[in-house]
């Protein structure tokens, strides 16, 4: 093998194991994209299997961008349901809502019909968004089979996002976000919908 050819092979290997090991080990040690940052413009994958860059979801209108585990996790599932009851009134407000997790096409789907979800969802099997805006951290062991398979052999990296909720305007900037590493906890509805009046009353 070619001295350069050689050299850019290690040198790949050594950025992929680089990329494995930045990963953090607890959800309390990610470092989350803030208020004021612009969201990767990363692609996602729709129910029907298109891709689509990020920034093209982010510009149709403001945005309420919730970041769940997984449709397997039972608190993800109330919260997406929760928001759903709420989501007339979130687009009143001129809003639309846009779920993001790592769960393959079909499994999204199933999501939308068990709680009966309206809105978009999008799959970062590979977690690629989530690392990007700094939420994905390495999922414990026991996780890993039921991640992989739910996101239909992309998640290699065993990775699980912090839960999140974050309001974006069209430029895919950061307006508002709640992060809890503590998964059982989330933001409600209620205080979703207080955040989203104060911002519309600031833009008046």
């Not at 759903?84 to 809502?97: D, F, N, P, S, V």
């Amino acid at each position: 093998m070619k001295r350069p050819m050689l050299a850019a092979l290690l040198t790949l290997a050594a950025t992929a194991m680089l990329n494995a090991q930045q990963l953090p080990e607890q959800p309390e040690d990610i470092s989350p994209l803030l208020i004021g940052e612009t969201m990767p413009n990363t692609e996602l994958t729709a129910l029907d299997g298109k891709t689509i860059a990020f920034h093209e979801i982010a510009k149709e209108k403001p945005t309420v961008l919730i970041i769940y585990r997984g449709g397997w996790c039972p608190y993800c599932n109330r919260h997406l349901a929760a928001i759903g009851q709420t989501e007339a009134e979130i687009l009143e407000l001129g809003y639309q809502i846009v779920a993001v997790s790592p769960d393959k096409a079909e499994k999204l789907q199933e999501t939308a019909e068990k709680d009966s979800i309206r809105y978009r969802l999008f799959s970062d099997g590979d977690g690629t968004f989530a690392k990007a805006t700094g939420l994905a951290f390495q999922a414990p062991q026991r996780y890993g089979q039921r991640l992989l398979d739910w996101s239909g052999g992309e998640n290699t990296d065993g990775y699980l996002p912090v839960p999140a909720v974050i309001v974006l305007d069209m430029d895919a900037t950061i307006q508002f976000e709640y992060i809890n590493p503590n998964y059982k906890k989330r933001l409600s509805s209620e205080m979703l919908l207080a955040v989203l009046k104060a911002l519309r009353a600031e833009e008046e």
